[in-house]
């Protein structure tokens, strides 16, 4: 108790000097927490990315003899076309599905008098995408019934297209953009929660009627099926369960059909990210250590400036254990003050600048106590050098020390 009185004592009384030699571990925890926030945002991001609504699962075709990854499924074309008439069974004979929905896709420009969005997606989707979507719509209306009936070309946009074409959401109501060469008169406005990055930043969506897109690009207007399910804990074995149901109906001795498993797409993004996170936190940590080679300055030159303090403590009784003791205690308590600013700092910004870059990042549990783990370490392993030439003083040559 007695040497940590001593060591709070020494630092409360140069508080500037304390706080500088804090400065650089504040910054380096800061740094490596910030980093480590952000990057699991951005991973949970793509993860939720590429896993979609929980609520809706993929089947494709594979061919035989091919493995093809899920990533890719609408590359693969199978021998029969699909009907619907089929998918509509597999609803009825599936249980835990509840509907399903086909989609296609393009991408080309979107274009409005002299500006124009490049390379943006262009969705074509069945009349059960919207039902089971459940699009947040800023403005205007979804694709109705009405709308597939009689082919009107009529397009959804989402908030990025919108952005880059119109001053406000309401202003693209009724507006008609150019689709590639065809015109489209724009009935809504939704809010996109799975905005895809590209070589050039966030790729907008366009929402058609696919049997549209279909008849206007000569493509399919079955692309990649979707079934809706109602048991979210089993949709693996209910996707598994449909893919086999739609084999059986296509008759197709050329391939068959698989309910899309993105565990290996996910494990590459988490070991990549994982990687990433921890290079780019492993440089900013080389703060922590130039914070921490400050600190073993400071009680260097602490030490020096009490020298005849530690003589008279030796000289009244003090063993070398405990002068030790006092200089690692005043280093440790300056490392840990300093982690803890440093922690309180980054977990303040982190959910700002995360919001700012759309992600939900945080701070962690785990990282919370590693961080102030290791400023505790760093205080040991460089508050041992000048406590041991603390320690190691003669108090007769100290109390002569001028």
């Known amino acids: 108790m007695e040497n940590w009185k001593f060591a709070l004592s020494s630092i409360r009384s140069h508080k500037m000097r304390s706080f500088l030699t804090m400065l650089g571990i504040i910054i380096g925890v800061a740094a490596v927490v910030l980093i480590m926030g952000l990057g699991n945002g951005m991973r949970q991001s793509v993860t939720d990315s590429v896993t979609g609504d929980k609520d809706t699962v993929q089947v494709y075709y594979e061919a035989k003899g091919e493995e093809l990854d899920p990533a890719y499924a609408d590359l693969a074309k199978p021998t029969k076309p699909v ?201 900013a940590g080389i703060s922590l250590l130039v914070g921490g080679i400050g600190v073993m300055n400071i009680m260097l030159v602490s030490v020096t400036e009490r020298t005849r303090e530690i003589g008279l403590r030796k000289a009244l009784g003090a063993t070398r254990r405990k002068i030790l003791t006092q200089f690692l205690i005043e280093s440790m308590v300056l490392t840990i003050l300093g982690g803890l600013i440093g922690l309180g700092f980054a977990a303040l910004v982190v959910g700002p600048i995360g919001s700012a870059m759309d992600l939900k990042a945080g701070v962690s549990i785990g990282v919370a106590i590693g961080s102030i783990a290791f400023s505790a370490a760093v205080g040991i392993i460089f508050g041992l050098l000048p406590a041991n030439k603390a320690s190691k003083l003669d108090p007769i040559e100290a109390l002569r020390y001028d």
């Open 83 to 283: 009907k619907e008439v089929w998918l509509e069974q597999v609803v009825r004979q599936t249980p835990g599905v509840d509907s399903y929905f086909v989609t296609n896709n393009l991408t080309t420009s979107i274009s409005l008098q002299k500006k124009t969005v490049k390379n943006v997606n262009i969705t074509g989707a069945s009349q059960g995408y919207f039902k089971a979507k459940k699009l947040e719509m800023l403005t205007g209306r979804s694709l109705q019934d009405n709308d597939y009936k009689t082919f009107s070309r009529v397009v959804v946009i989402d908030q990025l297209v919108a952005k880059k074409i119109f001053e406000t959401t309401d202003d693209a109501l009724n507006q008609v953009i150019t689709i590639g060469n065809n015109d489209y008169r724009v009935v809504g406005v939704y809010k996109n929660k799975d905005t895809a990055i590209g070589a050039y930043g966030e790729i907008g969506t366009a929402l058609v009627a696919n049997t549209q897109l279909a008849a206007e690009n000569n493509t399919d207007a079955i692309g990649q099926i979707f079934f809706h399910v109602t048991d979210v804990k089993n949709s693996s074995a209910i996707a598994k369960e449909a893919a086999k149901q739609l084999t059986q109906l296509s008759q197709d001795d050329n391939g068959q059909y698989k309910a899309a498993d993105m565990s290996a797409t996910l494990n590459q993004v988490n070991t990549i990210f994982g990687t990433i996170t921890t290079v780019v936190g492993a440089i």
